[in-house]
């Protein structure tokens, strides 16, 4: 596990960006894996700028993304679907057809799951992006008795409804998610895991210092062999 630590989010945002596109520019038709949250957005910004400047194409990239809420309708202004089109997805050349997400509204969600765990067998992502919860959870693996395999519904935490509830004015937060699965994330060739303010130094420290417990979903991560951790000075407050 590699720890860097920067000033500010921006910061990390360039640095990040600057391991993807170096990614993408040797291997065109490389599997990116990414998040949605606050953490990433100053990463998509660099990507987006570096596009625009003709550093780098995703005509080629395959995406999937971690989770999807249930219940809220895709075009839906907070399903993640609409957080990746308009913080990433509309402002690059990313084909459409290479973009991938849980369907949250699946009739059947187990057979949901198994879809979208088939399509990360055949696709092996590359780079996986992730930020965390304040609780220690990636992807939304909530802290258990178990560490998760695949992917699967998953009831959200207080500690989740509660971080995330402020991007919902009028109508209220689903309560339920689908998400890939610990076992899942943890097959990417590479991890990139960013986190910035106080709120997620007691998250990192678990990670970086704590015991292997799903009751610290995010300290699975030790046993990678190739984990970046982008942090801000608040966030590793604790190191
Ligand atoms: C989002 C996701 C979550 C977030 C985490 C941190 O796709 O899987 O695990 O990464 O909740 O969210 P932010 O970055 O908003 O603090």
Same mark, same amino acid.
Not at 146 to 175: C, W
Not at 178 to 186: E, F, K, N, R
Not at 205 to 212: C, F, P
């Given at each position: 596990? $590699?720890?860097?630590?920067?000033?500010?989010?921006?910061?990390?945002?360039?640095?990040?960006?600057?391991?993807? $596109?170096?990614?993408?520019?040797?291997?065109?038709?490389?599997?990116?894996?990414?998040?949605?949250?606050?953490?990433?957005?100053?990463?998509?910004?660099?990507?987006?700028?570096?596009?625009?400047?003709?550093?780098?194409?995703?005509?080629?990239?395959?995406?999937?993304?971690?989770?999807?809420?249930? *219940? @809220?309708?895709?075009?839906?202004?907070?399903?993640?679907?609409?957080?990746?089109?308009?913080?990433?997805?509309?402002?690059? *050349?990313?084909?459409?057809?290479?973009?991938?997400?849980?369907?949250?509204?699946?009739? *059947?969600?187990?057979?949901?799951?198994?879809?979208?765990? *088939? @399509? @990360?067998?055949?696709?092996?992502?590359?780079?996986?992006?992730?930020?965390?919860?304040?609780?220690?959870?990636?992807?939304?693996?909530?802290?258990?008795?178990?560490?998760?395999?695949?992917?699967?519904?998953?009831? @959200?935490?207080?500690?989740?409804?509660?971080?995330?509830?402020?991007?919902?004015?009028?109508?209220?937060?689903?309560?339920?998610?689908?998400?890939?699965?610990?076992?899942?994330?943890?097959?990417?060739?590479?991890?990139?895991?960013?986190?910035?303010?106080?709120?997620?130094?007691?998250?990192?420290?678990?990670?970086?210092?704590?015991?292997?417990?799903?009751?610290?979903?995010?300290?699975?991560?030790?046993?990678?062999?190739?984990?970046?951790?982008?942090?801000?000075?608040?966030?590793?407050?604790?190191?």
């Amino acid at each position: 596990m $590699i720890l860097h630590i920067f000033n500010n989010a921006e910061e990390i945002g360039k640095a990040v960006a600057n391991l993807i $596109i170096e990614q993408v520019n040797e291997k065109p038709d490389s599997v990116l894996g990414f998040a949605t949250g606050a953490s990433p957005v100053p990463t998509y910004k660099s990507l987006i700028k570096a596009y625009n400047k003709g550093k780098v194409s995703f005509k080629d990239i395959t995406t999937f993304n971690l989770d999807e809420y249930c *219940d @809220l309708p895709k075009d839906d202004k907070n399903s993640y679907y609409t957080f990746m089109h308009e913080n990433l997805f509309n402002h690059i *050349d990313v084909k459409e057809e290479n973009v991938n997400f849980l369907n949250g509204n699946a009739e *059947d969600t187990d057979a949901e799951c198994v879809r979208y765990d *088939d @399509l @990360l067998t055949e696709n092996k992502i590359d780079i996986q992006l992730l930020g965390v919860g304040r609780n220690g959870h990636i992807g939304f693996n909530e802290p258990s008795n178990k560490f998760t395999k695949g992917s699967f519904k998953v009831r @959200l935490s207080q500690s989740t409804i509660d971080a995330n509830s402020i991007y919902f004015d009028e109508n209220p937060m689903p309560h339920y998610a689908l998400t890939m699965g610990t076992v899942s994330i943890m097959k990417s060739k590479q991890i990139i895991l960013i986190a910035t303010g106080r709120g997620k130094a007691d998250a990192i420290d678990g990670l970086v210092n704590g015991d292997i417990t799903p009751s610290c979903p995010a300290s699975v991560l030790q046993l990678h062999p190739n984990v970046h951790i982008f942090l801000d000075k608040a966030a590793a407050s604790l190191l």
